[in-house]
């Protein structure tokens, strides 16, 4: 089920609720409030109607996925009741992960680093320079 209304006052910005599984909230400036309908049907066969919005960012989200993915397997957090402290965590593990998305994109090799072996290499590298011997 989706709910669409053009905010008041703003005729290019579409507010989007669209419950499936759950629910999900959406602003775009580029979409209008249209459905589309899709090439499956529900369990009576019926068949299903989408927001274009939620199919034009279904189709386009591997990106995030893949962040969000990779960000969670090997993830720096720590249980805090301080914000900064998780906000900080959360930054710096975003980063690791979009170093090692850029790494690999740009390694050739043979055998490149996994994202685990990144994470350690890179955290080697950074405390290389601060190791007393």
């Given at each position: 089920?989706?709910?669409?209304?053009?905010?008041?006052?703003?005729?290019?910005?579409?507010?989007?609720?669209?419950?499936?599984?759950?629910?999900?909230?959406?602003?775009?400036?580029?979409?209008?409030?249209?459905?589309?309908?899709?090439?499956?049907v529900d369990r009576?066969?019926?068949?299903?109607?989408?927001?274009?919005?939620?199919?034009?960012?279904?189709?386009?989200?591997?990106?995030?996925?893949?962040?969000?993915?990779?960000?969670?397997?090997?993830?720096?957090?720590?249980?805090?009741?301080?914000?900064?402290?998780?906000?900080?965590?959360?930054?710096?593990?975003?980063?690791?992960?979009?170093?090692?998305?850029?790494y690999k994109k740009?390694?050739?090799?043979?055998?490149?680093?996994?994202?685990?072996?990144?994470?350690?290499?890179?955290?080697?590298?950074?405390?290389?320079?601060?190791?007393?011997?």
């Amino acid at each position: 089920m989706a709910t669409e209304t053009p905010s008041s006052g703003r005729e290019n910005i579409v507010a989007i609720k669209w419950e499936d599984k759950r629910e999900v909230y959406m602003l775009s400036s580029k979409h209008r409030p249209t459905m589309t309908v899709t090439n499956k049907v529900d369990r009576v066969s019926n068949p299903v109607v989408k927001s274009t919005c939620i199919m034009d960012y279904n189709k386009h989200m591997g990106g995030v996925d893949t962040n969000d993915q990779l960000g969670n397997d090997y993830s720096f957090s720590r249980r805090t009741l301080k914000w900064w402290v998780k906000l900080f965590f959360y930054m710096f593990n975003l980063a690791v992960t979009n170093a090692y998305l850029i790494y690999k994109k740009n390694n050739n090799a043979q055998h490149p680093l996994d994202h685990f072996n990144f994470g350690n290499k890179l955290g080697h590298e950074l405390i290389k320079s601060h190791v007393v011997a």
